[in-house]
């Protein structure tokens, strides 16, 4: 059974930073691209950044490109997202998700963490 548990949300002010950390089980976590989507309210769940298992190619939407990094750790099965400079819009839950292909910029998942939420205040 594979289970994705994330962790590291809160409440943040503008300009500060946060990191989120997503434990993965049941999956070959090296053979496994990690994903971040996020749901902010009264708007559809959108793609934040991806990372492939293959050569660690990543992919990053542009409103959070130079903002966010997203690393994995293979030995402890758990990908982070390294959140900086906020701002208000980012406000929104955060989703780990999880999938069996290589490209990172496929938005195809097949596994998904329950949510952290991320709040920013400004």
């Not at 300009?15 to 989507?37: D, I, K």
């Not at 966010?68 to 959140?83: G, H």
């Amino acid at each position: 059974q594979v289970q994705l548990v994330e962790s590291g949300g809160g409440l943040v002010q503008a300009g500060g930073s946060l990191r989120l950390s997503c434990a993965a089980s049941g999956v070959t976590f090296s053979r496994t691209t990690m994903g971040w989507f996020r749901q902010a309210p009264g708007k559809e769940r959108e793609f934040v950044v991806s990372i492939s298992w293959f050569g660690g190619g990543t992919d990053y939407a542009p409103s959070v490109k130079g903002r966010f990094t997203i690393s994995r750790d293979n030995a402890k099965n758990t990908v982070y997202l390294q959140m900086n400079s906020f701002k208000p819009e980012d406000t929104a839950i955060y989703y780990c998700a999880a999938r069996s292909g290589s490209s990172a910029t496929s938005r195809a998942y097949d596994y998904w963490g329950q949510g952290t939420q991320v709040t920013v205040s400004s």
